[in-house]
């Protein structure tokens, strides 16, 4: 066999430019299909690390006279399936705001997002130091307390263990640090910085817009063990209709609301671009092979003087089978290593140009570092990168209708909400599909636009 091994290297170091061409053809087909499924199943098939993750659902708000899909519910209608569901085990709504962190350095505007004390223990994500929140920061005008992200208590903190307990400067106000999150968050939500209660207090909107029924929260839930999700979505089904009766006046009467699979409702709208993209670089891949299988039969046929040489020194069929299938192995090899490499280059390069897009590898809480904390040293830790501008949006996008008409996620000036694009001949919004009409739109315009009306 190292005989073997030894004539095929000899073999193929003989045609130098034979082999370079045949090596780099597979090592390109093999390095960009490796690259690009590497970023499938970070992207496609696994973009979040949340445990369990075939259990957690998005609740979606559809209104289809008026061509309405968007994860976008009122705070009453979350109260109403929190308070009724017998699918979900816990229920957790969420939505995006604004706050300025002053002091301890320049003024920093952070990614913020306003959740209820469901929100982590839904998710499966406990805090890394501190505690969650609690029902008693559920409550209007209740404590000012905070949960910051692991990032933002390494780069701007310098993971300061006595910082739990501290008071820090949102917006000119004192909120007090009562929990710091484990480290590499999963997406949709790694590049949040700071947590806070009361997601019904979001600023942009008025007590009044959010009591008529506003659309603008995502929630979250986790399915019972044994619950389908066709079994919740007849389940919601009722509960809808049940609201809608009991609240023929609020805006978002009309709406119903669906439960999807987290990250299918996450990825929705990339999964047939990858899809292609997979299907046209595997080609891609075969086309190389069948090229490179062109280059070796044309090879072959001009090694037949060799073939008639070694039977006639005596060598059997089979030795001669051999040695070509040696030949092959430390061909594919070399192409592969060629591949892998390229395939490692090229996914540094994906993620130095969208790092922040990318789920993380590890998932948050499997190895809790609580070093730093308990008096231990820590190791160093990255520098994080500013977010860009949107990237901690909730990437959910809502369905378009035969019109053109469609609801999307856009930043306001307090976050990613989702907005009304639903244009009338006479040029108003018609956002009374999801729940919030003109009638709520004039109740304070600026607030309004920035809530995203």
């Known amino acids: 066999m190292l005989t073997d091994l030894r004539f095929a290297l000899r073999t193929l170091l003989k045609t130098p430019g034979f082999t370079l061409v045949a090596v780099l053809t597979i ?42 899909v968007a994860p976008a519910l009122s705070w009453a209608r979350y109260e109403e399936i929190s308070a009724h569901t017998t699918s ?56 000012a307390v905070c949960i910051i992200s692991h990032e933002l208590w390494q780069t701007r903190f310098g993971g300061r263990a006595n910082l739990l307990g501290e008071n820090i400067r949102l917006n000119g106000q004192p909120w007090q ?31 009044l817009q959010v009591q008529v029924g506003a659309g603008y929260s995502q929630p979250i839930a986790r399915l019972k063990p044994g619950i389908s999700l066709a079994a919740a979505n007849t389940e919601l089904a009722a509960l809808s209709k049940h609201y809608g009766e009991l609240y023929p006046a609020k805006l978002d009467a009309p709406n119903l609301s669906e439960a999807r699979d987290y990250n299918a409702a996450l990825t929705g709208p990339l999964r047939p671009t990858f899809y292609t993209l997979v299907g046209a ?43 070509f299938v040696v030949e092959s192995l430390v061909f594919s090899a070399l192409a592969g290593v060629i591949g892998v490499l390229l395939a490692l280059w090229s996914l540094k390069a994906i993620e130095t140009v969208v790092s922040t897009q990318l789920p993380p590898r ?21 520098t994080a990168r500013r977010p860009r501008a949107g990237a901690a949006g909730f990437p959910l996008r809502p369905g378009r209708g035969a019109e053109g008409q469609h609801a999307r996620l856009v930043r306001g000036a307090r976050g990613t909400i989702p907005r009304c694009h639903h244009r009338q001949p006479g040029g108003a919004f018609d956002c009374a599909a999801r729940g919030v009409g003109p009638a709520a739109a004039q109740l304070h315009p600026p607030a309004a636009h920035a809530a995203g009306f």
């Not at 839904?122 to 404590?143: C, H, S, Y």
């Open 177 to 207: 640090v009562v929990g710091i999150l484990p480290p590499h968050f999963s997406n949709p939500f790694s590049q949040v910085q700071v947590f806070v209660p009361r997601v019904f207090e979001v600023s942009g909107l008025t007590a």
């Open 27 to 68: 090592a390109v087909g093999i390095g960009a299909n490796t690259a690009l499924f590497s970023v499938f199943d970070r992207l496609i098939l696994r973009p979040t690390s949340f445990p369990q993750p075939s259990s957690l659902v998005a609740i979606w708000a559809i209104n289809n006279d008026a061509n309405f």
């Open 362 to 382: 590890h998932r948050p809480g499997a190895r809790l570092v609580r070093a730093g904390l308990h008096g231990r040293r820590h190791a160093p830790q990255r």
């Open 281 to 323: 670089v595997g080609f891609v891949l075969l086309i190389a092979c069948a090229n490179v299988t062109s280059l070796f039969l044309g090879r072959l046929a001009a090694r037949h003087k060799e073939i008639a040489v070694r039977q006639s020194l005596g060598a059997s069929r089979g030795q001669i089978v051999r040695q």
């Open 88 to 143: 979900f085990s816990s229920v957790a709504n969420s939505a995006f705001d604004n706050f300025t962190l002053n002091g301890n350095g320049d003024p920093e505007q952070l990614n913020s997002l306003r959740v209820t004390a469901s929100f982590f223990p839904t998710l499966g994500v406990p805090v890394l130091a501190g505690r969650n929140f609690t029902a008693a920061d559920d409550v209007p005008n209740g404590p």
